[in-house]
């Protein structure tokens, strides 16, 4: 969550402006709503994997995609009955 809201300041960008961006990525009409980078920015939610590989090419950082698939394990581990 801090790392995503902080490549976008890096860039000087607004969430509008990442939103317009991960959009033009898409070869759907629209992978995300704008609501979603606030979601993603607080931890509240997860990128879906087409978003996450949007945001790895809009940051030029491939180890995004494999940064999620780590997330999705820790969770799982936590959430395991034991």
Avoid: C
């Avoid at 607004?14 to 991960?22: A, D, H, K, P, S």
């Avoid at 070869?27 to 939610?45: L, M, P, Y």
């Avoid at 945001?55 to 999620?68: A, G, N, T, W």
């Amino acid at each position: 969550a801090k790392l995503l809201k902080q490549l976008r300041l890096r860039h000087g960008w607004t969430r509008i402006q990442l939103y317009l961006r991960l959009n033009e990525l898409s070869s759907k009409e629209q992978i995300i709503g704008f609501d979603s980078i606030e979601r993603w920015e607080s931890g509240r939610q997860l990128p879906k994997i087409e978003a996450t590989l949007a945001l790895s090419r809009v940051f030029h950082m491939p180890e995004l995609i494999q940064m999620r698939v780590n997330i999705i394990e820790l969770q799982k581990r936590l959430l395991a009955p034991r």
